[in-house]
């Protein structure tokens, strides 16, 4: 045993939360989960899986079910067979692949990211977890993945879900985990099967309300002999604290641009779609001031006539009349319009609509 897992051992045992006997049950019990019902038959889940593959997975899938990625993944991969593939792509090539799963930041960055692997690294993700967290919008979460899945090192993927699961089993509450390096140490399961096993387990059993009554790890499980009061913070009236608290300067603006409340301008050539600005434009004079900028046109901006959120990300919907330029856009009617906010309006976050 490593010295330090005998160390950080020590320090949980004195809170009476973990030792390897503990450790090892959890191991096998999630092994069995994973023998059982693991995901295997997803696309990413194959054996002999590339980065590429891995990276694709993993951006489409932050902030994005399952269920919704599976149907883009398999076409973005025919499009985009390679990094390189992709490095070659504009962002008109490139959208018609990704429109729909949102955060438009991330679908830019994978574009960027493609092009610095093809220049700077031969069209290979490098097999170095810090290089890979040099990548835009590449994290630790993301190298993790990549490394683990595709290169088969050694490193925990520390998303929500094991956060959530190691937090409430060892500890209580899924915000309890501090010491990743602890855990890094303590378990043996190879990574590449711990980290599917655990993003499993996390997304079946041991949910945002857990299903207990139906796991096998709960007779050790600190959450399950607590009933979880640990996570449990409540209100001075007793009310679960749900809502988040938005912070609506990180806001995305996704500007319906105008000529008279009769032309809509659209950012695309097939169908309406406002024009979703960039991150640090979401205010009337960071709207106008980006128009200017990119498309030499002169606007007068309305407050946001609707605040909410898209796939749990802030979003104000503003509406903006052209003053002067040469629009060089689509145009569509009104109505366009209107269908394009109802159908938005389907997929407004409830956590946000709580708030
Ligand atoms: S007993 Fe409940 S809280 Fe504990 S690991 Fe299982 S599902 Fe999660």
């Not at 001075?236 to 809509?264: M, P, S």
Request: hydrophobic residues 35%.
């Amino acid at each position: 045993m490593k010295k330090n897992q005998e160390s950080g051992i020590k320090n949980h045992g004195k809170q009476g939360l973990t030792n390897p006997r503990k450790i090892k049950f959890f191991e096998t019990r999630i092994a069995d989960f994973f023998r059982k019902a693991g995901r295997e038959h997803l696309p990413w889940r194959k054996q002999n899986i590339t980065a590429y593959e891995v990276w694709v997975s993993e951006i489409m899938l932050q902030q994005t079910q399952v269920s919704r990625v599976t149907s883009y993944y398999a076409k973005f991969l025919k499009r985009f067979p390679t990094v390189r593939a992709l490095a070659k792509a504009d962002w008109e090539e490139f959208l018609p692949y990704y429109d729909g799963l949102g955060y438009y930041d991330r679908g830019r960055n994978m574009l960027k990211a493609a092009q610095v692997i093809a220049k700077e690294y031969a069209g290979t993700f490098p097999r170095d977890k810090k290089l890979l967290e040099k990548l835009p919008g590449i994290g630790p979460y993301t190298a993790a993945a990549i490394m683990s899945f595709a290169y088969g090192d050694e490193h925990l993927a520390w998303d929500t879900n094991l956060k959530r699961v190691i937090g409430r089993f060892f500890l209580g509450g899924k915000q309890l985990v501090s010491d990743e390096q602890f855990w890094e140490d303590a378990f043996q399961t190879s990574r590449k099967t711990l980290n599917a096993a655990l993003m499993d387990f996390g997304s079946a059993l041991c949910v945002g309300r857990p299903k207990c009554e139906a796991c096998a790890l709960q007779s050790a499980c600190v959450y399950y002999r607590e009933q979880g009061k640990r996570e449990k913070k409540r209100t001075t009236n007793g009310r679960r604290l749900t809502a988040k608290k938005i912070d609506w300067k990180e806001a995305q603006a996704y500007v319906f641009l105008h000529e008279n409340h009769k032309k809509f301008f659209s950012s695309l050539k097939m169908s309406f779609k406002p024009f979703i600005l960039p991150s640090g434009y979401n205010t009337r004079a960071g709207i106008k001031q980006y128009f200017r900028d990119t498309y030499g046109l002169a606007l007068s901006v309305r407050p946001p006539h609707r605040k909410m959120s898209l796939q749990g990300r802030p979003t104000l919907l503003v509406n903006a009349q052209i003053l002067s330029g040469q629009p060089r856009f689509k145009v569509f009617s009104k109505k366009a319009k209107e269908e394009y906010t109802e159908n938005i309006g389907h997929r407004v976050s409830r956590a946000f609509r709580a708030s």
